[in-house]
């Protein structure tokens, strides 16, 4: 890992402030790259941008290289004249992340703007041509028209074949044209956002989800690179196996790779995905990489993922002509497999702190442990708080889990007063990634202010209420000094 030792801060876009209901890449979040930057970070990593689905996931996306319209900044439009100030005054002001509202609302202001919008403009014109996205647009074209999923669509158009694209694109310009539109103004914000950030020191650590959904542009343009019946519909699904959290194992529903179809085309379609995502980060962390190695693979009509089976993945061929900073998701169980396979790319893993207080001197993730090599996190987008964490606890199990960090703290040799309130703990488990030998630390926001479960950003298995934690304000100067300090200390 050719990255020096440094700290950075976990927050999705959608987190952040701001007046029109989520959290856009307007003035709040050029004025948080600023602030962190300021107070010593070098990395502010973000879950996908993508356009969310049902479910409202950053990890169930119409089209995996899309850009969220829900982060377009609304002000920079009307500073374009697209809108007006009495147009932005009529929408709803509130902070609170309600997705469904967003959905009614925000559209009929992005056609708006986009009815204003001068479509002879030569660089929209060059980004169309360009077809960066030209499967994203007609896909939702055709989606806005014919609704449903694309399976069921005639079957022309289902097989993507060439005529029938050509009659959407014509027969429905205008609706093709916008859905360009919101990708291009998200393309000209995002790239303004990311230029500031590397102007000023700060690296975007971004998400490659390892698998696509299955009502996609990804799978409908490419659907001979994924195990479908004849009539375009899931033959296999993704999942995995019964173990002590699920006795009936987790059925997924992500359609499943066909990699020897990938593997003779010299896995084309991954490298240009690489491609994009080392345009749009500095940084990409690949969810779900014990997938590569070996996969767990569902007959798609199964009612649980009890009868699936193992699989061989790709492995290293994957990577082969890849170049970039990549980290590996490697949680959960991990057999010699995936231990191989990170061994032999060099990609570093991830240490959370959360996992590693259970009273087990051998835990892999007390930070003493650590080589340099991987990243550490006192959680992630899909555990607990720290608080969170604490406030679940029995009181004799809150006095263990203390201790439990009192005595790492003293074999580190950090001589760390601890309190007895959860944002105590998440404090000193700040210090302990910040004090690990990883050369990069990462802490969620949320652990930074020390917030409780409330403040969760997604409960795995649950299928509604998440992805909706918002930031009432940036963080305080109190927080950031006091981490500013950290930083300096422990020489990140």
Known sequence: MSIDRSAGVLCHISSLPGKYGIGSL????????????????????ILPLVQTGFGDSPYQSVASDSGNPYFIDLEELKKQKLLTKNELKAIRKNNLLEYGA????????????????????????????????????LFMTAKSIYGGTFSDWDEPLRDH?????????????????????LQYEFDLQWRALKEECNAIGLKIVGDIPLYVAYDSADVWAHSELFKLDKKKKCAKVAGVPPDYFSEKGQLWGNPIYDWQAHEKTDFSWWKKRFRNAFEIYDVVRID?????????EIDADAEDATKGKWQDGPKEKLFEGVTGE???????????????LLKKTGFPGMKVLLFAFDS??????????????????????????????????????????RSN?????????????????????????????????A????????????????????????????WKFRLESLPSGKYMRKLQKMIKFYER
């Open 326 to 340: 990549i980290i590996a998701e490697d949680l959960g169980v991990m057999d010699d497999g995936v231990i191989s």
């Open 288 to 296: 779900h990489f014990r997938g590569i190695d070996r996969y767990y």
């Open 26 to 45: 307007g003035k709040e979040a050029h004025d948080f790259a600023r602030l962190l930057r300021k107070n010593g970070f070098t990395y502010w990593q």
């Open 161 to 181: 074949e060439e005529e029938a694209l050509e009659k959407l694109r014509t027969d429905y310009h205008e609706e093709y044209l916008f859905w360009q539109f």
């Open 360 to 401: 087990n001197p051998d835990n892999p993730y007390l930070p003493h442990k650590f080589d340099e090599n991987c990243v550490c996190y006192t959680g992630t987008h899909d555990n607990d708080t720290v608080a969170g964490y604490c406030k679940s606890l029995s009181a004799e199990d809150f006095i263990l889990f």
């Open 102 to 137: 967003l959905y009614q609302e925000r559209y009929g202001t992005l056609k708006t703007a986009f009815s204003r919008f001068n479509l002879d403009n030569e660089e929209f014109r060059a980004f169309v041509k360009g077809g960066k996205a030209e499967d994203y647009a």
């Open 439 to 466: 050369k990069l630390a990462i802490v969620p926001v949320q652990d930074i202010l020390g917030l409780d479960n409330e403040s969760r950003m997604n409960m795995p298995g649950k299928g509604e209420g998440n």
């Open 405 to 437: 960090i009192a005595a790492e703290m003293q074999k580190m040799e950090l001589s760390v007063p601890i309190g007895n309130k959860p944002e105590h703990i998440a404090e000193a488990l700040v210090h302990l990634c910040l004090a690990s030998k």
